[in-house]
């Protein structure tokens, strides 16, 4: 099935000459592209590029003013979706969305949510609420489905824990994946997300790709998103659209628009001349990434602070920018850093109150891994953990030290209680 | 065509009272997006404390000029209603900013209905008639269309007060801070401007309005009961949601097309339903223009 | 506030006083004139004025203690438990599930006795009076418990459930709900009237009409929003309320209709006469059995109320309905036909303020527009929102409260003998209800009970907060 | 947490310390810690979402912190109201603009004027227009229908007709075209350097915001993971990893 999908690139959404104007203000400027049947589409450009528009013109919450949005089904229905209302676009022509600033129902518990979002199967199965008021079995058959069709999704979003707490009460980075999880309870066959990564962390990040991968492979849904940030985009997207200012100013695979000026240009914030000259430069080191042109610019930047500052010799400025030389961040800063975790499993450093995942993955990156290389830390140690964390005092102030002999003493005498400890 | 300028001049003149009632409500909605159903008992009082201001003239001082009374009657009552208006808001309105929006929409009934049944304990119930202030009136030359002097005075408070209020609205500080705390209440504290005090203010300034408005009410009728808050608060409230709630001068357009309405639709139809048509005409214009005839569209945000 | 802790007691009192001046101050101002003097009308009807200085010195005292007393203690002291509370480590939790099905069991238990244990105590209590046991004596004065208290309370109670369909569950803030109870009154009236119909047949058909109503006046307002919502809902109150008034052929107007026929227990008419109640089942005559006829009536259709509301939260449209307050737009994007579902809580809603409607014109046996004016529909969402938007316990509680309350005033006869005869406690009846309403929301803005009950579970049902739900923007 | 807090660095004419702040129950900031010393210009940088907004808004007690300080030239504004605030001449413009759309660009720059003291007035208003000449152009136009660029110098603008003494600015590139951008940075480069006004800017444009400014901070989900001179931030590999992700980890 999925490779059937694969293998017929047909489009499952046509956008053609799609305008929007909202006053005299032109939000979006006679925008074409297709989305592929089974792909991941990304809809990338800077705040105000008009990206959350053109959602809102897809899934039927603005008319356009111009312009065609032509939905095909797997069933080979079309649907011309600036002819029709918000509900039906969903409901007909199956298409699923998420905002921006998440709207859940925050007073309804994440089971709930989930419920309502098949809302209209089950309408007709509880005979438009008259069986279902009078107890017909087919209502409670398929209310018990729909419930069993919610925890398949907890399961999959990993919330199964939390399926009768109010939504408004989860965390921003589970109320994200809640909202995926809604908008997949409704069937779609593309699903419209927008910004779903924006205020996550890094694992959280990363899960969500492993979702939305997971979602394409085993439902054959194609995925329309909008990010704001490239690199979430790089990553799974097959192919990117980059919007400025209402118009489209490139088009094609990862590869092609992260090395496209253009977009470069949007991105940097750097004027046409200077990106001709970044690429030049870059094609002439040989590189062809655009982290090339952005060293580049640094490098040049730090120059002109450094002639503003005068005094000191520009060429050793120059040098000392040239390696990451922030006192802040010293790789193995302490005296027992690891090169890698022993046995290739690192202990849950979250565990010390006070770290926080965000610390714990910079101490990884910095040697530290398990909770006795913390224990055996000295003052100097402290010290020089203090300086790349950023924490002026807070390491002693938590006793992180004392956290952590403790743990490391747990961890020693019951190795099955680490595992525990590691899943949560 | 003698009879319609006829009605029309009197529907102008309820359209006015109308008019002064709607501005307060619609500058609290406008300030803190609250219906402020007490507004209505607020105008009734107001209308009360210039009977009484009357009353107390006559009976300890004697004849006083009429116009000399009718000045002293707003004067009080405006000073007197703007400051249980204040009091009001400081005790039943600010405690519930910022939660529940029906929180407050509650409290103001309750304190309409509180209100009306203050004034109905320490008064009594029965109507309270005084003679009448004004009498007479011209006959525009060669037509039957009289226009009576207490029409005049009506017409010509409710445009001095209007003249008034704009320039106090879009010349002033206060009028700037109000609105600017009506357009972005958190911008307008960021450049510090106290949005208590504004709104405070606010209260106060529609208060005196109705308060003037109560006057002419009273002027008009020669007679005030403790249930006449009602109606023409409901009255006013649909001028103000007709002509865009939140727009002042849709208040006053509001206020006069309500006035117009009942006064045509009772001289060519039925005076029985001209209520229901005032109210009939409201439904169908928000049917079409869902933000009143002023008002402004609001943007759905997705 | 937050220096009252740094600056010690006698600064507190200090700020008190100045704080008490302040308020007599203000006090005096409001009061001056509408307090100080009274109007009265003299023998020519003219008014005359008549000082009143002691009483205005009352309320300037009145006023200033009290802002003294809540300044120097209260607000202190809730400081300290605010304080308190945020330091202390969050306390156990009580089981409030069990609590409330205690409550709503031990609730519902009563209020099948109710009639029952009034006869009973009045009973006792001619007992220990006349030391004669006459079980007739407490049929008799029961009627006015039942009547005044049970049947007026359970009329509220209905009326907010159905109400508590339209604006705790979907969110859409409707004024004039007192209509569709018109609509089912008159309907009542009118077809009994003319074509002799029967309250058992007209109860169905009244809630019909008023949902059918509720249809035609939601399809054209519903897209509106927010407040122009409520505007044209009050607006349409009042157009019914004014038809009513002068369509007089039909409704003979103010005047009302009167004669009305009783509801009959499926065919034994509460008469007199010898095919009556009282004789059929060998009872002296008395009002008394129709009056708690009419009680187990009004329960059994807020009970009708309460069901109905509770299995349709459980079924997709009243999760919709919860959705839609939270968020229409979601709503949309999850292809949910809103204005359908706004409709339908609409004519749910009214459907029930019709039968409420039917039974009113049945007990009373006169309908007339006076009964149906814009403070009825006030009073029931006050009912709602005081009771806890969405909760049936909180609403049930909330209007045992205030209407009991308010209907608890009018036995405050003795009070004649403090104040002297001049004295009216129902005058102060509506000045009392008013003032509660406002205490209570400022008290308690999310109402008795804000807690929600979820209508689905995975692993257990927890009540959720107030704090997470909202309120729809109608 | 323990009370004994970092004392605020000698000199710093607003420091932030160890502020934590909710939405409801939602925690935006954790233990957040930030100084600008008198005549710098300090940028924070971040993702969307990250908490660089609620920290310009806290330091208006909007909403407040619910623990640690704000310390503003020496005196504790933890607690005091947001418009007494301003009034001690913190200016900010913040977040999407929010010009006040029903004035006209000469009433929107009234509003930011201080309301008790219009003597500078005149001057001001001709210091805002030398730097903005477009907004002369468009002095009776309502804020409303201005273009996007034009809306952002007018909130400068706005909050430079206080006089502050410390001015916040919550991503002034937002939306905008490279030269409008570059136009506005220089602007406050310009400012800074002739009037010795202390800055603290908010920026998702990394790059241009270091280039201005004299230090930084990087900010991930409630926490300033990194600080140190421009220099030093630009040079940081992570840093310049996060140009195109907006200081994403």
């Keep these: ?424 | 065509m003698e009879y319609f300028i006829q009605q029309s001049i009197n529907g102008l003149t309820l359209g006015s009272i109308y008019g002064l009632i709607a501005i307060g409500y619609t500058m609290v909605y406008g300030i803190i997006g609250m219906i402020n159903f007490a507004h209505g008992d607020v105008f009734m009082l107001g209308a009360f404390m210039a009977m009484i201001v009357f009353l107390a003239l006559t009976t300890f001082i004697g004849g006083v000029p009429v116009v000399l009374a009718l000045l002293l009657m707003m004067l009080v009552a405006m000073l007197l209603t703007g400051l249980w208006s204040w009091t009001i808001e400081r005790l039943a309105y600010r405690p519930l900013r910022g939660s529940f929006r029906l929180a407050p929409l509650i409290t103001a009934i309750g304190m309409s209905i509180a209100l009306s049944n203050f004034v109905q304990v320490t008064q009594g119930p029965r109507n309270k008639p005084i003679p009448p202030l004004v009498n007479g009136g011209v006959t525009i030359y060669g037509t039957g269309i009289t226009i009576a002097y207490k029409q005049m005075v009506i017409v010509i408070v409710t445009a001095i007060l209007l003249a008034a209020f704009w320039y106090l609205v879009n010349r002033t500080t206060l009028g700037r801070a109000q609105r600017s705390c009506e357009q972005d209440r958190k911008m307008a504290a960021l450049l510090g401007i106290d949005v208590d005090k504004t709104i405070s203010m606010t209260f106060v300034m529609g208060a005196m309005l109705a308060a003037v408005a109560g006057t002419l009410y009273l002027m008009f009728y020669g007679v005030i009961s403790f249930t006449d808050g009602f109606t023409p608060g409901v009255k006013a409230f649909t001028a103000a949601v007709l002509g865009g709630i939140g727009s002042l001068p849709g208040a006053v357009v509001g206020g006069l097309l309500i006035g117009l309405i009942e006064a045509l639709w009772s001289a060519y139809f039925s005076i029985d339903y001209k209520d229901v048509a005032a109210f009939s005409i409201l439904a169908i214009v928000l049917i079409f223009l869902p933000s009143g005839i002023l008002g402004r569209p609001e943007v759905e945000k997705v | 506030m937050a220096d009252i802790q740094s600056s010690g007691q006698d600064s507190v009192y200090a700020k008190a006083a100045k704080e008490a001046v302040f308020a007599g101050i203000i006090a005096f101002g409001l009061f001056f004139l509408v307090v100080g003097f009274r109007t009265d009308q003299n023998i020519n009807n003219e008014l005359v004025l008549v000082q009143r200085w002691g009483l205005l010195a009352i309320f300037v005292a009145v006023a200033a203690i009290g802002r003294f007393i809540f300044a120097a203690f209260i607000t202190p002291s809730r400081e300290q438990a605010k304080l308190a509370k945020s330091k202390a480590p969050a306390a156990a939790k009580v089981d409030r599930r069990s609590l409330k099905a205690a409550v709503s069991r031990f609730g519902l238990a009563l209020l099948f006795i109710y009639p029952f244990v009034v006869i009973l105590i009045l009973a006792l209590i001619q007992f220990a009076v006349t030391g004669q046991w006459s079980f007739q004596s407490g049929v008799q004065g029961s009627l006015k418990y039942v009547d005044n208290f049970g049947i007026q309370i359970l009329i509220y109670v209905m009326l907010a459930w159905g109400l508590n369909i339209v604006v705790g569950l979907a969110g859409l803030l409707d004024l004039g709900y007192v209509a569709f109870y018109a609509v089912g009154a008159y309907s009542y009236a009118l077809l009994s009237a003319h074509f002799g119909l029967s309250f058992w047949l007209l109860l169905p058909m009244a809630g019909i009409f008023a949902a059918m109503w509720g249809i035609v006046l939601g399809f054209p307002v519903l897209r509106l929003r927010g407040d122009y919502l409520a505007i044209v809902t009050l607006a349409f109150g009042e157009i019914i309320r004014l038809v009513l008034i002068n369509w007089t052929v039909v409704t003979k107007g103010t005047f009302g209709i009167s004669g009305i026929a009783k509801a009959t227990l499926f065919g034994i008419p509460f008469t007199p006469g010898p095919t009556g109640f009282a004789a059929m089942f060998g009872l002296p005559n008395s009002g008394v059995y129709y009056k708690i006829f009419l009680y187990y009536l009004i329960l059994f259709l807020a009970l009708l109320t309460a069901w109905v509301t509770i299995r349709l939260r459980r079924m997709p449209i009243g999760r919709a309905w919860e959705a839609l307050r939270e968020d229409e737009i979601a709503c949309r994007s999850l292809g949910i036909n809103t204005t359908t579902t706004k409709l339908t809580a609409f004519a749910t809603g009214a459907m029930f303020g019709g039968f409420a409607g039917s039974f009113f014109a049945a007990r009373q046996g006169f309908v007339s527009p006076e009964s149906f004016v814009f403070l009825e529909s006030a009073i029931i969402l006050a009912i709602v929102v005081l009771g806890g938007m969405g909760s049936l316990i909180g609403i049930a509680i909330a209007a045992a409260v205030m209407i009991g309350g308010t209907e608890l005033l009018r036995e405050l006869e003795f009070l004649k003998l403090i104040f002297g005869n001049d004295f009216t406690p129902e005058l102060y009846r509506m000045l009392l209800f008013g003032l509660a309403m406002i205490v209570v929301m400022v008290w308690k803005p999310r109402g008795f009970v804000g807690n929600r009950e979820p209508s689905a579970f995975l692993h257990e049902r927890k009540m959720i907060s107030s704090e997470f739900t909202k309120e729809g923007h109608g | 947490m323990s009370e004994t807090q970092t004392l605020p660095k000698t000199g710093a004419l607003l420091s932030v310390e160890n502020v934590e702040t909710y939405y409801g129950n939602i925690r935006a900031l954790s233990g957040v810690s930030v100084h600008a010393d008198a005549g710098e210009i300090v940028t924070l940088i971040g993702a969307n979402g990250a908490g660089k907004s609620t920290l310009m808004m806290t330091i208006f007690g909007m909403p407040r912190a619910r623990k640690g300080r704000v310390v503003f030239a020496g005196q504790d504004i933890t607690q005091l109201p947001t418009h007494e605030i301003a009034r001690l001449r913190i200016a900010q413009s913040p977040e999407g603009r929010r010009i006040f759309p029903r004035m006209t660009v000469q009433e929107n720059l009234q509003m930011g004027a201080s309301l008790d003291n219009l003597e500078f007035y005149d001057e001001d208003v001709r210091k805002v227009f030398d730097l903005f000449p477009r907004l002369k152009e468009r002095i009776n136009q309502r804020g409303g229908t201005l273009s996007g660029g034009e809306q952002q110098m007018l909130a400068i603008g706005r909050a430079l007709m206080a006089r502050p003494r410390l001015l916040l600015l919550d991503e002034p590139s937002l939306g905008l075209a490279p030269l409008i951008i570059k136009h506005i940075f220089e602007a406050i480069k310009e400012l800074n350097k002739s009037t010795g006004l202390t800055v603290f800017l908010v920026e998702q444009n990394a790059f241009g915001a270091l280039k201005l400014a004299d230090r930084g901070y990087v900010m991930v989900n409630g926490i300033v993971t990194m600080s140190g001179s421009s220099k030093d931030l630009l040079a940081n590999p992570e840093v310049r990893a996060a140009y195109l992700e907006g200081g994403r980890h």
């Design chain 1, 1 to 424: 099935m999925v490779s059937e999908v694969r293998n017929n690139p047909s489009p499952v959404l046509r956008v053609e000459h799609l305008s929007m104007k909202f006053g005299g203000l032109v939000a979006i400027n006679d925008l074409n592209f297709e989305a592929k049947r089974g792909a991941i589409t990304a809809l990338i450009g800077p705040n105000g590029a008009g990206k959350t528009t053109v959602f809102n013109c897809i899934t039927g919450f603005y008319k356009p003013t111009e312009g065609m949005l032509t939905m095909t089904r797997q069933n080979g229905e079309e649907y011309l979706l600036e002819r029709m209302a918000d509900f039906v676009i969903t409901k007909k022509a199956k298409v699923a969305r998420t905002f921006q600033n998440i709207r859940l129902f925050s007073g309804l518990t994440v089971l709930e949510n989930l419920l309502v979002a098949q809302h209209n199967p089950l309408m007709l199965s509880s005979g438009y609420t008259i069986l279902g008021l009078l107890g017909f079995p087919t209502y409670k058959k398929a209310a018990a489905d729909a419930i069993e069709k919610a925890r398949f999704w907890l399961q999959k979003i990993n919330l199964v824990e939390r399926a009768d707490d109010p939504a408004g009460d989860l965390p921003y980075g589970a109320q994200r994946r809640l909202e995926i999880a809604r908008a997949m309870c409704t069937d779609p066959e593309l699903l419209c997300l927008d910004e779903p990564a924006a205020g996550l962390n890094a694992r959280e990040s990363a899960e969500l790709n492993q979702l939305l991968l997971s979602i394409r492979e085993e439902t054959g849904t194609s995925i329309i998103l909008i990010e704001h940030d490239m690199s979430v985009v790089m990553e799974i997207s097959d192919h990117v659209i980059v919007l400025e200012y209402g118009t489209k100013i490139s088009d094609g695979t990862p590869e092609t628009v992260k090395n496209d000026p253009k977009v470069i240009a949007a991105y940097l914030g750097v004027e046409d001349e200077e990106v001709v000259e970044l690429i030049e430069h870059a094609a002439a080191t040989g590189s062809d990434d655009i982290t090339a042109a952005v060293d580049l610019l640094s490098t040049e930047a730090i120059q002109e602070i450094t002639e503003t500052q005068a005094e000191v010799p520009v060429a050793a400025k120059a040098k000392t920018a040239a390696k990451p030389a922030a006192p802040a961040i010293k790789a193995g800063a302490t005296a027992n850093a690891l090169a890698a975790p022993r046995e290739g499993e690192s202990d849950d450093l979250t565990l010390i109150k006070g770290i926080g995942p965000v610390n714990a993955r910079r101490l990884n990156e910095h040697g530290i891994f398990h909770f006795d290389q913390i224990a055996a830390w000295k003052k100097a140690d402290v010290t020089a953990a203090e300086a790349y964390l950023a924490f002026d005092g807070r390491i002693a102030r938590e006793d992180w030290i004392g956290q952590a002999k403790k743990l490391a003493k747990e961890s020693q005498g019951k190795p099955a209680a680490k595992k525990t400890g590691g899943a949560k």
